[in-house]
T-cell receptor, first 115, second 115 residues
């Protein structure tokens, strides 16, 4: 069952370290979306990527955060010099085409804890 | 500024009865609304959606009602089953800026269905 795969499921980092979260979309999907869920909050859009292209990164914090979706391999969300406020669940979703009806397929999420 | 609001953090109902989950929004440019269901430690899964040109959409035990003038939608589950116990997120899409893939989520309502 090739659903959206995210790893690691849980990641613990100390302040100042780097966090790398990986997302493999569903088979045949070339559109990837990252959402972040802070404690007690709803999911918030971060970035939308297609293969080798960032389409919309309007939800990404301007510093320390970056995302990529290379031609080969998973999409990577990278957080440099993590701070406690980065502790959250990071969800990746994918779609076969632009998800203009919003019916995204989400992964199980990566839970980042910053000590 | 929270554009999608789910004012009830939790709801408890008896098995077999109706569950009604509510959602209010402020952005009049939202044209598509969705409900996602989320179990602990899993990603959200799409449940049901409705276009702004409709006022009702039904799928089995799940019905979503949209009242555009009140900027309010609700999800009805009848009859409720213990397996329906989960967090339910209301989400909406604003297609006015061309970013028809971007969803705005509410904070969620935890539904507990008691046997």
């Amino acid at each position: 069952n090739a659903g959206v795969m995210q790893n690691p499921r849980h990641l613990v980092r100390r302040r100042g370290q780097e966090a790398r979260l990986r997302c493999s979309p569903m088979k045949g999907h070339s559109h990837v979306y990252w959402y972040r869920q802070l404690p007690e909050e709803g999911l918030k859009f971060m970035v939308y990527l297609q293969k080798e292209n960032i389409i919309d990164e309007s939800g990404m914090p301007k510093e320390r955060f970056s995302a990529e979706f290379p031609k080969e391999g998973p999409s990577i969300l990278r957080i440099q010099q993590v701070v406690r406020g980065d502790s959250a669940a990071y969800f990746c979703a994918s779609s076969y085409r632009v998800a203009n009806t919003g019916e995204l397929f989400f992964g199980e999420g990566s839970r980042l804890t910053v000590l | 500024d929270q554009q999608v609001k789910q004012n009830s953090p939790s709801l408890s109902v008896q098995e077999g009865r109706i569950s009604i989950l509510n959602c209010d929004y402020t952005n009049s440019m939202f044209d598509y609304f969705l409900w996602y269901k989320k179990y602990p430690a899993e990603g959200p899964t799409f449940l049901i959606s409705i276009s702004s040109i409709k006022d009702k959409n039904e799928d089995g035990r799940f019905t979503v009602f949209l009242n555009k003038s009140a900027k309010h939608l609700s999800l009805h589950i009848v009859p409720s089953q213990p397996g329906d116990s989960a967090v339910y997120f209301c989400a909406a899409r604003d297609n006015s800026g061309g970013s028809n893939y971007k969803l705005t989520f509410g904070k969620g309502t935890l539904l507990t269905v008691n046997p």
